[in-house]
Nanobody, 114 residues
């Protein structure tokens, strides 16, 4: 059974940085295109960034120029470096495949204070 475990969130001031991690167990991680998503209070879960199995990234406008998605296939790990954080980035962040194939993990809370 595939398990997604996100970590690295926290409380940070506006303009600060955080690096999120996601470890994926029990799957053929290296062949999957993966993604980061986020869900703010009262809003639907939204896509933040994707990365192909070969490492090609793509970003939604919300994080373009500020976020960097990366992966380590040997460690079955996915990362999201977030810089210049804004209060509107406050959300619970989740990883999954681009097709949302797996059961969601618990996510990691990111709170950006103004």
């Amino acid at each position: 059974q595939v398990q997604l475990v996100e970590s690295g969130g926290g409380l940070v001031q506006s303009g600060g940085s955080l690096r999120l991690s996601c470890v994926v167990s029990g799957s053929a991680f290296s062949i999957k295109s993966m993604a980061w998503y986020r869900q703010a209070p009262g809003k639907e879960r939204e896509l933040v960034a994707t990365i192909t199995s070969g490492g090609s990234p793509n970003y939604e406008d919300s994080g373009k120029g500020r976020f960097t998605i990366s992966r380590d296939n040997a460690k079955k790990a996915l990362y999201l470096q977030m810089n210049s954080l804004k209060p509107e980035d406050t959300a619970v962040y989740y990883c999954n495949t681009v097709s949302r194939s797996y059961y969601w993990g618990q996510g990691t809370q990111v709170t950006v204070s103004s």
